[in-house]
């Protein structure tokens, strides 16, 4: 299980939730026959929407079987700029997280909007520069103590994974801004 999959997963839950995803190819030709790149920090995935707002989503994983933390710096410089711009706009963007290499396959997914994480990060940064899985042993007393971790703050955003997909929850913003009331369709 790499980037890639998750990557994969998030755009199959985007299609069941009536987005028409899109996600970025490394390259493209002109109708001149020149190559063409997609501009650096271009979001993985584009949501489009035929009854309301298309969003952007980042796909990052986390690694469980080497990391207790995810780094900001997995957020590039040009990325974030993307996501920020992208909001401040108006528009919605996500940062979707996936968890990896666990014991017994059992994993996670959140997606988490841009602004949310953004004031998560002002958090944690005046503690450290990455947010713990589980804020517990090696971590600081505070961090433990007001639970500042991936686990605890994320439970709105959290995705559930049942009949081999991923699944948002019913209070998931998401579902508001597809303005379908028709749940998950089936592909």
Known sequence: MNEKAVRGEVFRLMRRMWFWPI??????RCPHGHLAYPKKGRPDIFGLN???RTIIVEVKILNLSKDKSFAFSNIEDEQRKW?????????WAY???????????????????????QLTE????????????????????EMQDDKIDILHLFPLFEAEWKDSSWSLLDQHELWYIT????????I
């Open 23 to 28: 996600t970025q190819t490394d390259v493209t």
């Open 50 to 52: 035929p009854t309301g």
């Open 83 to 91: 996501l920020s711009r992208w909001t401040e706009d108006g528009g």
């Open 95 to 117: 940062l979707a997280l996936g968890t990896i290499g666990t014991k017994r396959g059992q994993r996670q997914l959140w997606l988490v909007p841009w602004v949310v994480w």
């Open 122 to 141: 002002k958090i944690v940064r005046k503690h450290q520069d990455s947010i713990p899985y589980i804020a517990g042993k090696g971590f600081k007393k």
């Open 179 to 186: 303005g379908i009331d028709r749940g998950e369709r089936q």
